[in-house]
């Protein structure tokens, strides 16, 4: 089936440092999405890019859509300290019943 | 709020017994879904649904059935639960596009 490729599994970054996180598939997706997920809640939405090669700020985040349509990133600006938490990517392809194909999350930790 | 519940929030329960989630949404969105969060796995497919009645397995969906027998209400069944079984299950809703997450189930199997 398809994965998403999420790597590292933690990063550990300085307040105010900025990161950068990617995704890449093996196979294509028409839409690509950027969650986060705070310690005991469910993941919440923060980014969604519909077009290859689109370029979209939610504050201090940022996220592409690749030109291949296999990969995404999301970057984080002037990190502090409720950055904190997991970050997935996901994927999907159009069409009924077109279920979100997830990745394994990156934990993010930030040193005041 | 984003007009999805789950419930209980907290359960532990004994290797062997039956145990039913619940999820409650009131968006009148078509599809549902029911998740499992491990360590080290991220969120893996259990059971979704695309309509009342309508449901399908996941990737993980083996000791798992599910319910939906009106458009708010997902209910997954554990049918005799194991220890393989504890973990933080999250049920998702959607129209179209992007999920909206519940805050979670955290179960545990003792």
């Known amino acids: 089936g398809q994965q998403l490729n999420q790597s590292p599994q933690s990063m550990f970054i300085q307040e105010g440092e900025d990161v950068s996180m990617n995704c890449t598939s093996s196979s294509i997706f028409n839409t690509w999405l950027w969650y986060k997920q705070d310690p005991g809640e469910g993941p919440v939405l923060l980014i969604a890019l519909y077009k290859a090669g689109e370029l979209t700020s939610n504050g201090r985040l940022t996220a592409q859509f690749g030109i291949t349509r296999k990969d995404s990133f999301l970057n984080i600006s002037a990190s502090i300290p409720s950055d904190v938490g997991i970050y997935f990517c996901a994927g999907q392809l159009w069409g009924a019943n077109s279920k979100l194909t997830f990745g394994k999350g990156i934990t993010l930790s930030v040193r005041p | 709020d984003a007009g999805i519940t789950q419930s209980p929030r907290h359960k532990v329960t004994e290797t062997g017994t039956p145990v039913t989630l619940r999820c409650h949404q009131t968006e009148n969105h078509r599809y549902m879904y029911w998740y499992r969060q491990d360590p080290g796995h991220g969120l893996r497919l259990i059971h979704y649904?695309?309509?009342?009645?309508?449901?399908d397995k996941g990737e993980v969906s083996d000791g798992y059935s599910v319910s939906r027998s009106k458009t708010e209400d997902f209910l997954l069944t554990l049918e005799s639960a194991t220890s393989s079984q504890t973990s933080v299950y999250f049920c998702?809703?959607?129209?179209?596009?992007?999920?909206?997450f519940g805050s979670g189930t955290r179960l545990t199997v003792v």
């Open positions: 649904s695309y309509g009342v009645k309508d449901t």
């Open positions: 998702a809703i959607s129209e179209s596009g992007g999920y909206t």
